[in-house]
């Protein structure tokens, strides 16, 4: 059977993250989120996939070149062009575009097939989903998901009649004005038909555009909402909150790489830690060839990348630190996520630490240090630190 994932967007909402790495590829515990989707198609079925990319697109192909080491059989529809320099110049053409542009290059979508988006954790019944869609004799399925009243503003939201058929969406409405608790998760089932309503050579989208025409020219277009698990990390907020689910066991069909070297603290392979000199608090995970200074403290849930160097103490508290980063003596993070050189706080605000001149705090574990940090870079410290956790701004 046949499926679409949907990677060719910028992830602009999980910037700093999506500035060197495509969200699909944004990892989970060490695995591309895209990974797990990946494995779901497979267990229901879904064998021959399509993924429409553009930014970064060479990460996504580069990882998962033709599937096979995967079990399916994956190709690619790039969008973009190369600019006058020889360099490749992502211009994604919308969700919907993405599709009609595979399906004009030659006609792949012959039968029922699944859309997902590539930014979600799910742990869905794809057969069954599939098998009430044909019940119906649906053109378009949208999986939808029940989330409590007060949750509503941060999705859109479905409305359906008594027999599930769509009859109109809210984007993020105030609580008040919701007329559903039934959310789009960005999982869908199409027939081959539905194409026949979106234009050739346009920008066009599933959700703005392709769905809202269904509604208008009252196509048999409907939702299913369904009990499953869905972590969406759509934003920065999302992934660190994502994180902490996984770490903390509420995810569970994500299991904790490494071994388990103390209780709730599991590792890759060598990392330099003496347990007996150094305060770690699970559930935390500590990824291969990071040295964890004596006198350090990392407190669960926290995440810490492969090859990076936590400093005497240093203080890590339910935080997620991506690969190679330096962490200095003087660093106290709560609450934190560390990329490259960027720290984020759980709201998604985000300080440049090298533009700040505080890269003798936070650095790349290769990059040369300074003998001693800036003066500007000491006052600056000092500014950002709040009952001595240093915050975004």
Known sequence: MKAM?????????????????????IPILQKPVMEFLLELLRQHGFDQIMVNVSHLAHEIEGYFRDGQRFGVQIAYSFEGYIDQNGELQG????????????????????????????????DLDLTAAVKWHKEKGSIATIITKTVPLEEVSSYGVVVTDENGKIKA??????????????INTGIYIFEPEVLDYIPSDVEFDIGGQLFPKLVETDAPFYAIPMDFEWVDIGKVPDYWHAIRAVLSGEVKNVQIPGREIAPGVYAGLNVAVNLDKVNIQGPVYIGGMTQIEDGATIIGPTMIGSNCWICSGAIVENSVIFDYSRLGAGVRLVDKL?????????????????????????????????SQPPMEGQAIAELLKTDGRIIGV
Do not use: H
């Open 91 to 122: 211009k994604a053409i919308g969700s919907a575009g993405g599709m009609r542009r595979i399906q004009d290059f030659s006609p792949f979508f012959d039968d029922t097939f699944v859309v997902l988006c590539g930014d979600a954790l799910i």
């Open 338 to 370: 560390v990329y490259g050189r960027y720290c984020v706080d759980k709201t998604g605000a985000t300080i440049d630490v090298q533009a700040a001149s505080l890269d003798w705090l936070i650095t790349d574990r290769r990059q040369e240090l300074p």
């Open 5 to 25: 994932i949907l990677a060719a967007g910028k992830g602009t909402r999980v910037r700093p993250i999506t500035y060197t790495i495509p969200k699909p590829m």
């Open 169 to 182: 969406f809210q984007e993020k409405p105030k609580i008040e004005d919701a007329l559903s608790t039934n």
